[in-house]
């Protein structure tokens, strides 16, 4: 048993230091290829757009409070934007009305003062709400009643890298490549 520990222990010395010599010639070079220009960094992006319609009233401070629900998946690092249905205008080509989109917060000058339409949120709710140097209930009812908002939520670096106008909701769909008649609609009267 011994004799075949040793000469098992010798072929492996041997072979060890067999494979030891002087380094061989280094191999050819290579052609380099052409650099090309540097493109933007992409963004992941995983965003969702969904539309609500509510009524400011006395009797809810005038605010329409949006809980997420659980299809819809926020972060607290993303970035929660909401548009004002502002008007619907003629298509000229004689198609169906164009609507209107503002980004929030908007203030209108009206006779009795300013009015903004403004939000805050969490990632858990957006809570939209009237705010005025005037008595809320002097409005008409096309100020409060039935209006309708989209509330896009996105990742972070999509709204701060620069490449897209968040003030845009046609340009901000586009980005997360949704469809417009794919948004979902809540009422929350």
Not at 143 to 172: C, K, M, S, Y
């Amino acid at each position: 048993m011994k004799t075949i520990k040793l000469i098992s222990s010798l072929f492996s010395i041997v072979l060890l230091f067999s494979c030891t010599g002087p380094q061989g010639p280094p191999g050819f070079d290579g052609l380099d290829g052409r650099d090309g220009l540097n493109g933007l960094d992409g963004v992941n992006i995983l965003g969702q757009v969904v539309e609500v319609e509510g009524t400011f009233s006395d009797a809810n401070d005038y605010s329409i409070f949006f809980e997420f629900p659980e299809s819809i998946e926020v972060f607290e690092s993303d970035l929660v934007l909401v548009y004002l249905l502002f008007e619907s205008v003629d298509d000229p080509e004689g198609g169906a009305p164009i609507d209107v989109w503002r980004l929030l917060p908007q203030t209108r000058i009206l006779d009795q003062g300013l009015l903004q339409y403004n939000y805050d949120h969490t990632f858990l709710d957006v809570n939209i709400f009237l705010e005025s140097d005037f008595d809320l209930s002097t409005l008409p009812a096309g100020d409060t009643d039935n209006q309708v908002f989209r509330i896009a939520v996105v990742p972070a670096d999509f709204g701060t890298n620069g490449t897209i106008d968040v003030n845009n909701l046609d340009e901000v769909m586009g980005a997360l490549k949704l469809d417009f008649n794919s948004v979902e609609k809540i009422g929350l009267d």
